[in-house]
Protein backbone atom coordinates (compact mmCIF):
# COMPACT_ATOMS: atom_id res chain seq x y z
CA UNK A 1 0.00 0.00 0.00
CA UNK A 2 2.68 2.61 -0.78
CA UNK A 3 2.27 6.12 -1.58
CA UNK A 4 3.94 7.02 -5.14
CA UNK A 5 7.29 8.48 -4.55
CA UNK A 6 5.91 12.33 -5.64
CA UNK A 7 3.01 12.51 -2.79
CA UNK A 8 5.72 11.03 -0.63
CA UNK A 9 8.38 13.67 -0.92
CA UNK A 10 6.80 16.28 0.86
CA UNK A 11 5.97 13.94 3.90
CA UNK A 12 9.94 12.87 3.50
CA UNK A 13 10.68 17.14 3.53
CA UNK A 14 8.87 17.50 6.42
CA UNK A 15 9.85 14.79 8.42
CA UNK A 16 13.30 14.81 7.68
CA UNK A 17 13.76 18.15 9.26
CA UNK A 18 11.93 16.65 12.38
CA UNK A 19 14.44 13.64 12.46
CA UNK A 20 17.20 16.27 12.81
CA UNK A 21 15.60 18.30 15.34
CA UNK A 22 16.43 15.42 18.22
CA UNK A 23 13.11 13.52 17.05
CA UNK A 24 11.96 9.56 18.28
CA UNK A 25 13.52 8.50 14.65
CA UNK A 26 17.23 9.09 16.23
CA UNK A 27 18.23 5.64 17.56
CA UNK A 28 18.80 5.24 21.21
CA UNK A 29 22.03 5.26 22.37
CA UNK A 30 23.17 1.94 22.97
CA UNK A 31 25.62 0.13 25.55
CA UNK A 32 29.05 0.23 24.45
CA UNK A 33 31.43 -2.88 25.87
CA UNK A 34 35.06 -1.56 26.31
CA UNK A 35 37.06 -3.14 23.55
CA UNK A 36 34.18 -3.97 21.45
CA UNK A 37 33.11 -2.78 17.97
CA UNK A 38 30.67 0.24 18.83
CA UNK A 39 28.93 0.42 14.87
CA UNK A 40 25.68 -1.66 14.53
CA UNK A 41 25.97 -4.81 13.02
CA UNK A 42 23.60 -4.68 9.42
CA UNK A 43 22.99 -7.42 7.36
CA UNK A 44 22.31 -6.58 3.69
CA UNK A 45 19.23 -9.16 1.90
CA UNK A 46 18.43 -8.45 -1.17
CA UNK A 47 14.81 -10.27 -2.63
CA UNK A 48 13.38 -10.89 -5.71
CA UNK A 49 16.30 -12.36 -7.27
CA UNK A 50 17.20 -12.55 -10.46
CA UNK A 51 15.33 -9.31 -11.05
CA UNK A 52 11.85 -7.88 -9.77
CA UNK A 53 10.88 -7.11 -12.97
CA UNK A 54 11.29 -8.96 -15.79
CA UNK A 55 8.10 -6.61 -17.43
CA UNK A 56 10.63 -3.70 -17.04
CA UNK A 57 13.87 -5.18 -18.12
CA UNK A 58 12.68 -7.51 -21.02
CA UNK A 59 16.25 -8.33 -22.47
CA UNK A 60 18.35 -10.38 -20.53
CA UNK A 61 21.71 -8.42 -21.27
CA UNK A 62 20.00 -5.51 -19.25
CA UNK A 63 19.30 -7.82 -16.46
CA UNK A 64 22.80 -8.91 -16.74
CA UNK A 65 24.02 -5.47 -16.50
CA UNK A 66 21.91 -4.55 -13.50
CA UNK A 67 23.52 -7.91 -11.74
CA UNK A 68 26.71 -6.74 -12.29
CA UNK A 69 26.05 -3.10 -11.38
CA UNK A 70 24.76 -4.46 -7.79
CA UNK A 71 27.48 -6.96 -7.27
CA UNK A 72 29.85 -4.23 -7.49
CA UNK A 73 28.42 -2.46 -4.91
CA UNK A 74 28.33 -5.02 -2.83
CA UNK A 75 31.95 -5.87 -3.41
CA UNK A 76 33.19 -2.06 -2.95
CA UNK A 77 31.42 -2.06 0.34
CA UNK A 78 32.82 -5.94 1.50
CA UNK A 79 29.42 -7.04 1.44
CA UNK A 80 28.46 -10.59 2.18
CA UNK A 81 24.56 -10.43 1.42
CA UNK A 82 21.76 -12.88 1.54
CA UNK A 83 19.81 -13.18 -1.80
CA UNK A 84 16.34 -14.38 -2.06
CA UNK A 85 14.96 -16.25 -4.93
CA UNK A 86 11.82 -16.00 -6.36
CA UNK A 87 12.13 -19.00 -8.86
CA UNK A 88 8.74 -17.58 -11.37
CA UNK A 89 11.78 -14.66 -12.21
CA UNK A 90 14.09 -16.79 -13.62
CA UNK A 91 13.13 -16.22 -17.00
CA UNK A 92 15.96 -19.16 -18.47
CA UNK A 93 19.80 -20.17 -18.68
CA UNK A 94 20.75 -16.54 -18.66
CA UNK A 95 18.95 -15.56 -15.30
CA UNK A 96 20.11 -18.76 -13.94
CA UNK A 97 23.86 -17.54 -14.88
CA UNK A 98 23.29 -14.34 -13.07
CA UNK A 99 22.16 -16.04 -10.04
CA UNK A 100 25.55 -18.16 -10.25
CA UNK A 101 27.25 -14.97 -10.03
CA UNK A 102 25.69 -14.35 -7.00
CA UNK A 103 26.88 -17.48 -5.36
CA UNK A 104 30.37 -16.99 -7.08
CA UNK A 105 31.26 -13.55 -5.42
CA UNK A 106 30.34 -15.09 -1.97
CA UNK A 107 26.91 -14.06 -1.77
CA UNK A 108 24.40 -16.83 -0.11
CA UNK A 109 21.00 -17.53 -1.89
CA UNK A 110 18.13 -18.62 -0.16
CA UNK A 111 14.44 -19.50 -1.07
CA UNK A 112 11.24 -16.94 -1.63
CA UNK A 113 8.81 -19.38 -3.04
CA UNK A 114 8.29 -19.84 -6.52
CA UNK A 115 4.94 -17.73 -7.44
CA UNK A 116 5.57 -14.88 -5.08
CA UNK A 117 2.32 -15.91 -3.39
CA UNK A 118 0.48 -13.94 -0.64
CA UNK A 119 -0.27 -16.03 2.50
CA UNK A 120 -3.46 -14.39 3.45
CA UNK A 121 -5.10 -14.67 -0.09
CA UNK A 122 -3.58 -18.42 -0.33
CA UNK A 123 -4.61 -21.88 1.85
CA UNK A 124 -1.86 -22.83 3.87
CA UNK A 125 -1.22 -27.18 1.39
CA UNK A 126 -1.25 -24.64 -1.54
CA UNK A 127 1.07 -21.92 0.02
CA UNK A 128 3.45 -24.64 1.39
CA UNK A 129 3.69 -26.61 -2.28
CA UNK A 130 4.65 -23.44 -3.86
CA UNK A 131 7.33 -22.74 -1.41
CA UNK A 132 8.64 -26.27 -1.15
CA UNK A 133 8.80 -25.45 -5.41
CA UNK A 134 10.68 -22.86 -4.83
CA UNK A 135 13.14 -24.66 -2.81
CA UNK A 136 13.73 -27.57 -4.93
CA UNK A 137 14.92 -25.47 -6.89
CA UNK A 138 17.21 -23.63 -5.55
CA UNK A 139 18.42 -26.62 -3.71
CA UNK A 140 19.70 -28.15 -7.30
CA UNK A 141 21.30 -24.79 -8.08
CA UNK A 142 23.52 -25.02 -4.63
CA UNK A 143 24.33 -28.53 -4.64
CA UNK A 144 26.91 -28.62 -6.55
CA UNK A 145 28.65 -26.37 -4.21
CA UNK A 146 27.87 -28.66 -1.42
CA UNK A 147 25.06 -25.58 -0.08
CA UNK A 148 21.99 -26.21 0.96
CA UNK A 149 18.88 -23.45 1.02
CA UNK A 150 19.09 -22.16 5.00
CA UNK A 151 17.22 -19.64 4.58
CA UNK A 152 13.32 -18.61 3.73
CA UNK A 153 11.69 -15.23 3.45
CA UNK A 154 8.03 -14.89 3.38
CA UNK A 155 6.78 -12.66 0.02
CA UNK A 156 5.21 -9.42 1.51
CA UNK A 157 6.23 -10.51 4.88
CA UNK A 158 3.01 -12.20 5.38
CA UNK A 159 3.64 -14.86 7.56
CA UNK A 160 -0.40 -16.08 8.53
CA UNK A 161 -3.32 -14.12 8.77
CA UNK A 162 -4.79 -17.13 11.32
CA UNK A 163 -3.09 -18.89 14.01
CA UNK A 164 -3.46 -22.09 11.70
CA UNK A 165 -1.54 -20.78 9.29
CA UNK A 166 1.18 -19.61 11.62
CA UNK A 167 1.56 -22.73 12.46
CA UNK A 168 1.28 -24.70 9.44
CA UNK A 169 4.26 -22.87 8.07
CA UNK A 170 6.69 -22.91 11.29
CA UNK A 171 6.05 -26.82 10.78
CA UNK A 172 6.90 -26.73 7.77
CA UNK A 173 9.93 -24.72 7.31
CA UNK A 174 10.99 -27.25 10.93
CA UNK A 175 10.76 -30.17 8.84
CA UNK A 176 12.48 -28.51 5.30
CA UNK A 177 15.46 -27.40 7.44
CA UNK A 178 14.28 -23.31 6.91
CA UNK A 179 14.64 -20.72 8.57
CA UNK A 180 12.44 -17.53 8.57
CA UNK A 181 14.62 -14.85 7.45
CA UNK A 182 12.83 -11.91 9.22
CA UNK A 183 13.17 -8.14 8.30
CA UNK A 184 13.78 -5.61 10.63
CA UNK A 185 14.31 -2.71 9.04
CA UNK A 186 11.29 -2.99 5.98
CA UNK A 187 10.68 0.29 3.12
CA UNK A 188 9.28 0.65 0.00
CA UNK A 189 12.68 0.59 -2.06
CA UNK A 190 10.80 -1.07 -4.63
CA UNK A 191 8.15 1.11 -5.50
CA UNK A 192 11.13 3.59 -6.76
CA UNK A 193 11.79 1.48 -9.32
CA UNK A 194 8.86 2.08 -12.22
CA UNK A 195 9.45 5.77 -12.10
CA UNK A 196 13.69 5.13 -12.07
CA UNK A 197 13.23 3.47 -15.42
CA UNK A 198 11.00 5.40 -16.95
CA UNK A 199 12.87 8.56 -16.27
CA UNK A 200 15.89 6.68 -17.53
CA UNK A 201 14.21 5.61 -20.90
CA UNK A 202 13.02 9.14 -21.92
CA UNK A 203 16.64 10.41 -20.92
CA UNK A 204 14.87 12.82 -18.18
CA UNK A 205 18.37 12.98 -16.13
CA UNK A 206 16.61 16.01 -13.84
CA UNK A 207 13.63 12.84 -12.77
CA UNK A 208 16.05 10.42 -12.00
CA UNK A 209 17.65 13.08 -9.45
CA UNK A 210 14.30 13.69 -7.86
CA UNK A 211 13.40 9.98 -7.80
CA UNK A 212 17.51 9.25 -6.24
CA UNK A 213 16.71 11.70 -3.86
CA UNK A 214 13.50 10.50 -2.58
CA UNK A 215 14.60 6.65 -2.53
CA UNK A 216 17.45 8.26 -0.31
CA UNK A 217 15.34 10.40 2.09
CA UNK A 218 12.59 7.34 2.18
CA UNK A 219 15.50 5.10 3.23
CA UNK A 220 16.79 7.00 5.60
CA UNK A 221 13.74 7.74 7.72
CA UNK A 222 12.76 4.10 7.52
CA UNK A 223 16.25 2.85 8.94
CA UNK A 224 16.38 5.61 11.83
CA UNK A 225 12.47 5.04 12.50
CA UNK A 226 12.94 1.08 12.51
CA UNK A 227 16.15 1.06 14.58
CA UNK A 228 14.74 3.63 17.29
CA UNK A 229 11.66 0.59 18.12
CA UNK A 230 14.13 -1.81 18.04
CA UNK A 231 16.45 0.35 20.98
CA UNK A 232 13.65 1.23 22.50
CA UNK A 233 12.23 -2.79 22.79
CA UNK A 234 15.36 -4.48 23.97
CA UNK A 235 16.96 -1.29 26.14
CA UNK A 236 20.10 -1.26 23.84
CA UNK A 237 21.73 -1.24 20.38
CA UNK A 238 20.13 -3.73 18.49
CA UNK A 239 21.27 -5.36 15.13
CA UNK A 240 18.98 -5.24 11.85
CA UNK A 241 18.38 -6.79 9.03
CA UNK A 242 17.88 -4.36 5.82
CA UNK A 243 15.46 -5.62 3.32
CA UNK A 244 16.32 -4.30 -0.15
CA UNK A 245 15.39 -5.33 -3.42
CA UNK A 246 16.95 -6.32 -6.86
CA UNK A 247 15.88 -3.48 -9.56
CA UNK A 248 17.90 -1.04 -11.59
CA UNK A 249 17.87 1.73 -8.97
CA UNK A 250 18.86 -0.09 -6.19
CA UNK A 251 22.17 -1.19 -8.63
CA UNK A 252 22.59 2.57 -9.15
CA UNK A 253 21.97 3.93 -5.55
CA UNK A 254 23.93 1.16 -3.39
CA UNK A 255 26.89 2.75 -3.66
CA UNK A 256 25.66 5.95 -2.17
CA UNK A 257 23.24 4.03 0.36
CA UNK A 258 26.17 2.36 1.95
CA UNK A 259 28.18 4.58 2.23
CA UNK A 260 25.34 6.30 4.11
CA UNK A 261 25.28 3.41 6.32
CA UNK A 262 29.23 3.16 7.38
CA UNK A 263 28.75 7.09 8.09
CA UNK A 264 26.03 6.55 10.34
CA UNK A 265 28.03 4.11 12.61
CA UNK A 266 27.08 0.98 10.93
CA UNK A 267 28.99 -2.39 9.82
CA UNK A 268 27.88 -4.67 7.46
CA UNK A 269 28.07 -8.62 9.12
CA UNK A 270 26.89 -11.43 8.38
CA UNK A 271 23.47 -13.05 8.85
CA UNK A 272 24.44 -15.75 11.69
CA UNK A 273 26.05 -13.10 13.34
CA UNK A 274 23.03 -10.78 13.84
CA UNK A 275 20.59 -13.70 14.36
CA UNK A 276 23.09 -15.31 16.98
CA UNK A 277 21.93 -11.93 19.06
CA UNK A 278 19.32 -12.49 21.19
CA UNK A 279 16.80 -10.16 20.49
CA UNK A 280 16.13 -12.91 17.33
CA UNK A 281 14.85 -15.48 19.83
CA UNK A 282 12.18 -13.32 21.33
CA UNK A 283 8.70 -15.56 20.29
CA UNK A 284 5.78 -13.78 18.76
CA UNK A 285 3.06 -14.92 17.51
CA UNK A 286 1.92 -12.05 15.44
CA UNK A 287 -1.12 -13.11 13.55
CA UNK A 288 -2.05 -10.52 10.20
CA UNK A 289 -3.21 -9.80 7.20
CA UNK A 290 -0.25 -8.02 6.34
CA UNK A 291 3.31 -8.24 6.53
CA UNK A 292 5.34 -5.83 9.37
CA UNK A 293 8.83 -6.07 10.01
CA UNK A 294 10.04 -8.01 13.47
CA UNK A 295 10.60 -5.17 15.93
CA UNK A 296 6.83 -4.19 14.56
CA UNK A 297 5.23 -8.07 15.30
CA UNK A 298 7.58 -8.01 19.08
CA UNK A 299 5.95 -4.91 20.05
CA UNK A 300 2.66 -5.63 18.96
CA UNK A 301 3.49 -9.16 21.37
CA UNK A 302 4.22 -7.14 23.90
CA UNK A 303 1.19 -4.78 23.89
CA UNK A 304 -1.24 -7.31 23.48
CA UNK A 305 -0.09 -9.06 26.60
CA UNK A 306 -0.10 -6.06 28.56
CA UNK A 307 -3.52 -4.92 27.57
CA UNK A 308 -4.79 -8.24 28.18
CA UNK A 309 -3.72 -8.76 31.78
CA UNK A 310 -4.48 -5.30 32.40
CA UNK A 311 -8.08 -6.35 31.20
CA UNK A 312 -8.33 -9.16 32.87
CA UNK A 313 -6.59 -7.74 36.22
CA UNK A 314 -9.57 -4.98 35.80
CA UNK A 315 -12.35 -7.95 36.05
CA UNK A 316 -10.47 -9.07 38.99
CA UNK A 317 -10.69 -6.03 40.68
CA UNK A 318 -14.60 -5.74 39.49
CA UNK A 319 -15.00 -9.03 41.13
CA UNK A 320 -13.65 -8.07 43.99
CA UNK A 321 -15.94 -5.27 44.56
CA UNK A 322 -19.03 -7.48 44.00
CA UNK A 323 -17.54 -9.52 46.87
CA UNK A 324 -17.28 -7.09 49.13
CA UNK A 325 -20.61 -5.62 48.39
CA UNK A 326 -19.68 -2.52 46.47
CA UNK A 327 -22.09 -1.98 43.52
CA UNK A 328 -20.72 1.59 43.20
CA UNK A 329 -17.16 0.08 42.39
CA UNK A 330 -18.37 -3.03 40.05
CA UNK A 331 -20.36 -0.60 37.98
CA UNK A 332 -17.73 2.06 37.64
CA UNK A 333 -15.50 -0.05 35.04
CA UNK A 334 -18.56 0.48 32.80
CA UNK A 335 -19.32 3.50 30.11
CA UNK A 336 -21.54 5.59 30.26
CA UNK A 337 -23.43 4.07 27.36
CA UNK A 338 -23.16 0.69 27.97
CA UNK A 339 -25.14 -2.40 26.90
CA UNK A 340 -26.24 -5.21 29.65
CA UNK A 341 -28.33 -7.76 27.73
CA UNK A 342 -29.65 -10.63 29.70
CA UNK A 343 -32.43 -13.23 29.28
CA UNK A 344 -34.95 -10.81 30.84
CA UNK A 345 -34.16 -7.87 28.58
CA UNK A 346 -31.48 -4.89 27.72
CA UNK A 347 -30.47 -2.37 30.12
CA UNK A 348 -28.27 0.78 28.61
CA UNK A 349 -26.37 3.02 30.32
CA UNK A 350 -24.08 2.42 33.60
CA UNK A 351 -26.84 4.62 35.35
CA UNK A 352 -29.18 2.26 34.37
CA UNK A 353 -27.05 -1.26 34.57
CA UNK A 354 -26.34 0.09 38.64
CA UNK A 355 -30.23 0.44 39.14
CA UNK A 356 -30.69 -2.41 37.98
CA UNK A 357 -28.32 -4.23 40.21
CA UNK A 358 -29.33 -2.22 43.15
CA UNK A 359 -32.60 -3.69 42.74
CA UNK A 360 -32.06 -7.20 42.03
CA UNK A 361 -29.17 -7.42 44.91
CA UNK A 362 -30.16 -4.79 47.62
CA UNK A 363 -27.73 -5.65 50.22
CA UNK A 364 -24.11 -7.84 50.70
CA UNK A 365 -26.41 -10.68 51.67
CA UNK A 366 -28.15 -10.92 48.46
CA UNK A 367 -25.09 -10.22 46.09
CA UNK A 368 -22.90 -13.71 47.50
CA UNK A 369 -18.99 -14.20 46.68
CA UNK A 370 -18.19 -13.68 42.84
CA UNK A 371 -15.59 -15.65 41.13
CA UNK A 372 -15.12 -15.10 37.44
CA UNK A 373 -13.13 -17.44 35.41
CA UNK A 374 -11.82 -15.97 31.92
CA UNK A 375 -12.07 -19.04 28.65
CA UNK A 376 -10.50 -17.30 26.53
CA UNK A 377 -9.96 -13.21 25.54
CA UNK A 378 -9.41 -11.97 21.95
CA UNK A 379 -7.90 -8.52 21.04
CA UNK A 380 -8.99 -6.23 18.71
CA UNK A 381 -6.46 -4.34 16.38
CA UNK A 382 -5.90 -3.55 12.93
CA UNK A 383 -2.96 -2.29 10.70
CA UNK A 384 -2.15 1.29 10.35
CA UNK A 385 -0.30 2.83 7.07
CA UNK A 386 2.31 4.84 7.64
CA UNK A 387 2.97 8.09 5.50
CA UNK A 388 5.75 6.18 3.60
CA UNK A 389 3.32 3.57 2.96
CA UNK A 390 4.59 0.84 5.35
CA UNK A 391 1.76 -1.15 7.08
CA UNK A 392 2.88 -1.33 11.17
CA UNK A 393 0.04 -3.14 13.62
CA UNK A 394 -1.90 -0.76 15.40
CA UNK A 395 -2.58 -0.79 19.24
CA UNK A 396 -5.22 -2.55 20.58
CA UNK A 397 -7.96 -0.65 20.53
CA UNK A 398 -10.77 -3.59 21.73
CA UNK A 399 -10.83 -6.55 24.01
CA UNK A 400 -13.20 -9.24 24.35
CA UNK A 401 -13.77 -11.77 27.38
CA UNK A 402 -15.62 -14.75 27.32
CA UNK A 403 -15.89 -15.81 31.01
CA UNK A 404 -17.68 -18.40 33.55
CA UNK A 405 -18.95 -16.47 36.14
CA UNK A 406 -20.49 -17.85 39.79
CA UNK A 407 -22.30 -17.03 42.55
CA UNK A 408 -21.44 -18.50 46.22
CA UNK A 409 -23.34 -17.97 49.06
CA UNK A 410 -23.15 -19.98 52.61
CA UNK A 411 -24.88 -22.92 52.88
CA UNK A 412 -28.23 -22.68 54.55
CA UNK A 413 -28.66 -19.37 53.23
CA UNK A 414 -31.94 -18.46 50.92
CA UNK A 415 -29.99 -18.01 48.03
CA UNK A 416 -28.28 -21.04 46.13
CA UNK A 417 -25.40 -20.94 44.20
CA UNK A 418 -25.87 -19.46 40.56
CA UNK A 419 -23.43 -19.81 37.36
CA UNK A 420 -23.63 -18.96 34.08
CA UNK A 421 -21.90 -17.59 31.09
CA UNK A 422 -20.92 -13.74 29.66
CA UNK A 423 -19.26 -11.83 27.14
CA UNK A 424 -17.65 -8.81 27.90
CA UNK A 425 -16.66 -5.99 25.71
CA UNK A 426 -14.15 -3.40 26.67
CA UNK A 427 -12.74 -0.49 25.29
CA UNK A 428 -9.77 1.42 26.16
CA UNK A 429 -11.45 5.20 27.16
CA UNK A 430 -9.92 8.46 28.61
CA UNK A 431 -9.03 6.79 31.88
CA UNK A 432 -8.23 3.04 31.24
CA UNK A 433 -10.54 0.35 29.45
CA UNK A 434 -14.63 -0.02 30.39
CA UNK A 435 -17.20 -2.10 29.42
CA UNK A 436 -19.16 -1.30 26.44
CA UNK A 437 -21.10 -4.69 26.29
CA UNK A 438 -21.81 -7.14 28.54
CA UNK A 439 -24.12 -10.36 27.55
CA UNK A 440 -24.59 -12.55 30.72
CA UNK A 441 -26.71 -15.39 31.13
Do not use: C
Not at 92 to 101: C, F, H, P, T, Y
Not at 172 to 187: I, M
Not at 224 to 246: C, K, M, N, S, Y
Not at 301 to 313: L, M, N, Q, W, Y
Amino acid sequence: MPNTPTRRLAILSFLLVFAGSGSILRSASATVVPGSDPRRPVVITVDDLPIVSAKLHPDPAERERITREMLLALRKHGIRAVGLVTWDRVQGEKDVELLRMWLEQGHELGNHSYKHLSYTRTAPAEYIADVEAGRKQVAALLEPSGRTVRFFRFPFLREGDTPEKLDAMRAYLAQSGQRNLPVTLDNQDWSFEEPWVEARKKGDRQAMDRVAEQYHESLHLEIRGHEAVGDRLFGRQTPQILLLHATEVSAAQWDRLFTWLTETGHRFAGSDEVLGDPAFSEPHRYVGHFGPGLWDRIAAERRTKTDVAEVEALLKKQAEAWSRGDLEAFTSVYADDATFLTSSGVTQGRQAVLDRYRKRYPDRQAMGTLTLEVLETRPASGTEVTMLGGARPSRVHGVSVAARWKLSYPEGGERKDAEGLTLIVLRRGANGWEIVQDASM
